[in-house]
C-alpha cells in the first residue's frame, strides 16, 4: 500500500520559514517525480514544485521561485520543501505528489499539510 505523508507545516509569521516533509512507503521512490501542491480556502489546488526522479531537475510556480526549495533524499524515500521568505498568500494546505517516471501524471498524493502564514 503505497503512502504519502507529509509534515512540517503550522503557523508562522510572514518573512519566516518551514521546511515541509513528504515521507513515502510503498513504492520505488526512486523512479518517481514528485510535486508539491497547495491549495487555499476557496481556490483550486495549483503546482508549487516539482524534482524529477533521476537527474533531480526541478521547476516551480513563478511566485515562489527563488524563496522555496524542493528537494529529495532517495535513500530515505523522503522528498522536502524548503519555504524562506514565507508571505500571507503562501496560506494553505500543502500537498505532496508521486507520479511514475515515465509519465507527467500524479499517481498517488498525501493527506496535507496546513501552512497558515500570519502578516
Known amino acids: 500500500q503505497v503512502q504519502l505523508v507529509e509534515s512540517g507545516g503550522g503557523l508562522v509569521q510572514a518573512g519566516g520559514s518551514l521546511r515541509l516533509s513528504c515521507a513515502a512507503s510503498?513504492?520505488?521512490?526512486?523512479?518517481?517525480?514528485v510535486g508539491w501542491f497547495r491549495q487555499a480556502p476557496g481556490k483550486e489546488r495549483e503546482f508549487v514544485a516539482r524534482?524529477?526522479?533521476?537527474?533531480?531537475?526541478?521547476s516551480y510556480k513563478d511566485s515562489v521561485k527563488g524563496r522555496f526549495t524542493i528537494s529529495r533524499d532517495n535513500a530515505k524515500n523522503t522528498a522536502y520543501l524548503q519555504m524562506n521568505s514565507l508571505k500571507p498568500e503562501d496560506t494553505a494546505v500543502y500537498y505532496c505528489?508521486?507520479?511514475?517516471?515515465?509519465?507527467?501524471?500524479?499517481?498517488?498524493w498525501g493527506q496535507g499539510t496546513q501552512v497558515t502564514v500570519s502578516s
Open positions: 524534482i524529477a526522479w533521476s537527474d533531480g531537475i526541478t
Open positions: 505528489a508521486a507520479g511514475q517516471y515515465y509519465s507527467s501524471r500524479y499517481d498517488y
Open positions: 510503498g513504492l520505488t521512490f526512486s523512479t518517481y517525480n
